[in-house]
């Protein structure tokens, strides 16, 4: 079973520019979270879905990212602009639907680094 | 206050020594996660309990529900079991994560 795919693994931009990172959670998962971290700290959810609905995005700086899953399967985190201390890891994970007790799975992540 | 603590938040021992982590957590759960992440890395899910004790090779893992405790325990520790180990909880729809504790295992 492949896991879940997020891309790129790195990326550097300097201040005030845009980066968008992609997730392809594991196949018949419904919930996709993304989640912010910065070293040092757990992660931080910065956004959950449940298939391409938000669940809850209470901690999304609206003003400057932004998430979609459009048909429900995989999902783009946008910054735009990047300021220093967005520099993280962003990680998305899948389960397998809401209220499941089931196993959290997680990607690689993007490493982001703003200069 | 964190909804999940971890202690200690570094630790470093010798081959060989028995390791434990522990997890203290303040919110109603239905399931306790032990995740490990390595340096660059992803993260890995280890163990997830909601009540008891689970063993995985070297790795046993317990839970007190009354109590709103969890350890993590590594028996006869080897250099490859540094990483951070994170104690995340789902309480409802929500996950909650400790802040990690950062284990190197010196040979």
């Known amino acids: 079973e492949a896991g879940v795919a997020q891309s790129p693994r790195y990326k550097i931009i300097e201040k005030r520019q845009s980066v968008a990172f992609w997730c392809n959670p594991i196949s018949g998962h419904a919930t996709l979270y993304w989640y912010q971290q910065i070293l040092g700290q757990g992660p931080k959810l910065l956004i959950q879905f449940q298939n391409n609905g938000v669940v809850d995005d209470s901690q999304l700086p609206k003003d400057r990212f932004s998430a979609e899953r459009l048909k429900g399967v995989d999902s783009t985190l946008k910054i735009q602009p990047a300021k220093l201390e967005d520099s993280a890891v962003y990680l998305c994970?899948?389960?397998?639907?809401?209220?499941?007790?089931?196993?959290?799975?997680f990607g690689e992540g993007s490493r982001l680094t703003v200069l | 206050k964190n909804e999940v603590e971890q202690s200690p938040q570094n630790l470093t021992a010798q081959e060989g020594e028995f390791i434990t982590i522990n997890c203290s957590y303040s919110?109603?759960?239905?399931?306790l996660h032990w995740l490990q992440q390595h340096p660059g890395g992803g993260i890995v899910s280890l163990f997830m309990?909601?009540?008891g004790k689970k063993k995985h090779g070297r790795l046993i893992a317990t839970i007190n529900i009354q109590e709103k405790h969890s350890s993590l325990h590594i028996t006869a520790s080897h250099p490859r079991d540094s990483a951070v180990y994170i104690c995340a909880v789902r309480s409802g729809n929500q996950f909650y994560f400790g802040t990690g504790t950062s284990l190197t295992v010196i040979p």
């Open positions: 994970a899948s389960s397998l639907a809401l209220g499941h007790t089931g196993e959290l799975f």
């Open positions: 919110v109603g759960i239905s399931a």
């Open positions: 309990l909601s009540s």
